[in-house]
Each structure stands twice: as C-alpha cells, then as structure tokens.
C-alpha cells in the first residue's frame, strides 16, 4: 500500500498511469479483466523460454560470444541447479530444447505461488524477456540492476563500439529496470503475505 502511495504521490500536474506499474498490476489483479486463470498464465511465462534473451548466443563477431559466456553462462547454470533442469544455450534461431519433464518441474514451481504473485512474475518476465532472469530475481540470485544489464548484454556491446542514442537507449533502460523493480517489489509482498497466511490457517 505504501509503495503504491508512493506512485501517486510522485505525479504532479499530470498523472501518468504508464509509469505506476505497481498501481496498474493492483489494478490488474483486483478486476482480472482478461478472467486469466493461474495455470493459463503460467502457461505463457514458460513460452518465454523458447525466446529467453540469455539462451540466444550470438556466433558473431566472436568477441560478444566471449562475453556471453562469460556472463550468461553462469546464471544458466545456477538456474538449471536451481530448478533441477537442463537448459541449454543456441547459437542459431532454433528455441533452446525443453523436455516434458523440465516443462512439469518449472510449472509446477511458477504454480506454487499464489495468482497475484505469478502476475508479478509475469510482468517483470515480459520486461526483460526471460524466464531466467526474472526467477534469478525473484529468488535473489540477481539484483534489478544486475538482471537488466544482462538482459541488454548485446546492445551495450553494441553501444560500446558503436556509440549509443542517448535519450532512446537511456530511456528504454530506465523504464526496463522500474519495470522489473516493480514486479519484483509485488511479487515479494505477495509471497510473504502467501506465507503469513499459511502459517496463520496451521496455526
């Protein structure tokens, strides 16, 4: 409630609703307009696998492949650890192999969480275009600030030797990084309210 507060406080003249995501997902899961069932949205967190930005490695030039490697690789391995499944990278177009199995395991653990936490998951997923990620997040592994770097490895190896459009770049970053802040705050309180509310219904 607070951190919503503070959404509208910091609107002056005008009252931008595209910049208070945590009002809008409020909002999203108090009226569910769209009636989304909780398996249903699960079910499109996991198609970001098949387009996961850090399961895409590029062959070209062999510099940026170095550095994938180097940063990507080991938040892969963490994940597939993590989750006890075996994701790999591409180097082509091709979505990255995901068995049955490792699909029932990753549903199974996005079902554990109640719906509100999942929309959460969910948003920040879409922010940063990757499952893995956003789960680094979630459990702590990865820092916003970390996880929004990784997940625009390719444009700021790009912006390095090339020169960035500051206002465009800058801007995109900014509104990727309160995204994902956002779903990671909601996601949070939502969890611990999960929880309190176990332990009350044992008690």
Request: aromatic share 8%.
């Amino acid at each position: 409630a607070h951190c919503v507060a503070n959404e509208w406080l910091s609107q002056k003249e005008f009252i931008y609703l595209s910049q208070m995501h945590l009002t809008g997902l409020s909002n999203t899961c108090i009226d569910n307009p769209t009636n989304v069932e909780k398996a249903v949205l699960v079910d499109s967190i996991l198609e970001f696998l098949k387009t996961d930005t850090v399961l895409f490695y590029g062959a070209e030039p062999p510099a940026l492949l170095e550095i994938q490697k180097k940063k990507w690789s080991p938040i892969i391995n963490w994940f597939n650890q993590r989750y006890g499944v075996s994701v790999t990278p591409t180097l082509d177009i091709s979505p990255p192999p995901l068995s049955e199995e490792d699909h029932d395991r990753l549903h199974k653990h996005l079902m554990s969480y109640n719906l509100n936490a999942v929309q959460g998951i969910s948003f920040g997923v879409d922010a940063i275009k990757s499952l893995i990620l956003g789960l680094a997040v979630v459990d702590r592994r990865l820092t916003v600030n970390q996880a929004v770097e990784l997940s625009r490895l390719e444009l700021l190896y790009q912006t390095d030797h090339w020169g960035s459009v500051e206002w465009a770049h800058d801007i995109e970053m900014h509104d990727t990084t309160s995204r994902l802040a956002a779903s990671s705050i909601f996601t949070y309180y939502h969890c611990i309210a999960n929880t309190k509310r176990e332990k009350n219904i044992q008690a």
